[in-house]
């Protein structure tokens, strides 16, 4: 081929992109039909996984062949068959299972914020009401409690033996914007003289005490209910945890909560901070900088921040240094900041 041929416009982007919803549509159909779950049994032709799936042999295929195509099943012959990422976070068996994250991931409160993204351009921030995702008591943060345990329950793991590896000491926690509590609790699994302070709404919080009960450290566990603007922490804790929840807000109300935070650590505390954070130049790596959008569409000001960005809001609000921890094999970091 020649470099003209090789260098001419192609319109295959512009299509695959316009068309992106039905890869999100057939996903999630795939999952309502339990399709990964079918073939993971052993239903492996269109016919046995229509069957499995009480669904038209005509549909699967369809089906099948589409999330093929997209590398989400494989196909030789006639057989299809589970691709590693589809048999670990799709197949309803696997304790990795993700497909209950769709209610959350899809719901309307994020969906139709993205719908509207021209005027969440000219406006800079979400068109939605009530402030999109962070208006008080918003329901949408239950849904996220439920559905995302599963897709945190990992990286909350990998936090607590990154910042309490040897977890042989008196440990006092207090985790914001707790959700579904898994960060806080991971600590009290790991360590047992952790005691976790959880802040979030009511309806939220009964999730986490939920999951407390479950993992046996509810004695351990403390529930302190409503806003993380609002309420008072207390003191003297050794760690403060900022779980996915900065990117909701632009830096001075950031900066605000992280003074509040500052004050509610002991000597020689620290605030560890998990988030989506692009490199300097915004656009790499792709995930974690294409979060920005889903901030522009969903909050009023919210945005994905660089590392040198979270570490100047820390350094304004008093902290005296932090450092960036990759948390492999998540998209996440982790920024821990020293009091």
Known sequence: MSTSAAQQPSPQLFFQTINAHQRTEALKGAIEL??????????????????????????????CDFLTIYGMLTKDGDQYGLTLDSATFLDKRSPAYLGGTVEFLCSPMLTEGAKHIAEAVRRGGTVMEND??????????????????????????????????????????????????????????????????????????????????KMGVADRYQTNEGSAFNVEFGSSYDLVLLTNFLHHFDPPTCETLLRKVHSALGDGGRAVTLEFIPNEDRVTPPDAAGFSMMMLTSTPSGDAYTFSELEQMFARAGFSRSTLHPLPPTIQQVVVSEK
Not at 35 to 52: D, H, L, P, Y
Not at 170 to 184: P, S
Not at 195 to 205: G, H, K, R, Y
């Open 34 to 63: 339990e399709v990964f779950t079918a073939i993971g049994e052993g239903n492996t032709t269109a016919a046995q996984i229509a069957k499995r799936c009480q669904a038209s042999e005509k549909g699967i295929r369809v089906l």
């Open 132 to 213: 999109g995702t962070i208006g008080p008591e918003n329901p949408v943060w239950v849904k996220f409690a439920r559905a995302m345990g599963a897709m945190m329950a990992m990286p909350a793991q990998l936090i607590a033996k990154l910042i309490d590896p040897s977890a042989d000491r008196k440990l006092k926690v207090l985790d914001i914007a707790a959700g579904h509590g898994l960060f806080g609790l991971a600590f009290a699994t790991n360590n047992p003289q952790a005691e976790i302070t959880a802040v979030d709404w009511s309806a939220v919080l009964e999730v986490a005490k939920e999951n407390a009960q």
